[in-house]
């Protein structure tokens, strides 16, 4: 069955460093130099990677290595989270009106 292919786009739109408010600007730079972020997610994104640096850090200075942490959900399970688009776009509408707001 060829002729039943169902094709999806992806629709991207990059916007200048420039165009954002002060506060995206700040936590951009607290990302890697090279990531996709959703606009409205850039703060949540910002925050995982505040969340995992300090649990990486917690362990280290108890003895431990730099390795992710063992059983800690949020860090295994955030790639997965991140990389669906539904979920990205519904996460996206509710950080807005419950967080930001």
């Not at 959703?38 to 949540?44: A, D, G, S, Y």
Request: charged letters at 25%; a neutral charge.
């Amino acid at each position: 069955m060829a002729g039943n292919v169902i094709e999806k786009r992806l629709k991207i739109e990059v916007k200048p460093a420039e165009g954002l408010r002060p506060v995206e600007k700040y936590h951009l730079l607290l990302l890697p130099s090279t990531c996709l972020v959703h606009t409205k997610l850039i703060l949540f994104v910002s925050g995982f990677m505040n969340y995992k640096a300090r649990k990486l850090l917690d362990e280290s200075l108890n003895g431990g290595r730099f390795k992710k942490p063992s059983g800690d959900v949020v860090i295994s399970h955030f790639p997965q989270i991140y990389d669906n688009p539904d979920i990205v776009e519904i996460l996206g509408s509710i950080w807005v009106e419950d967080v930001l707001s």
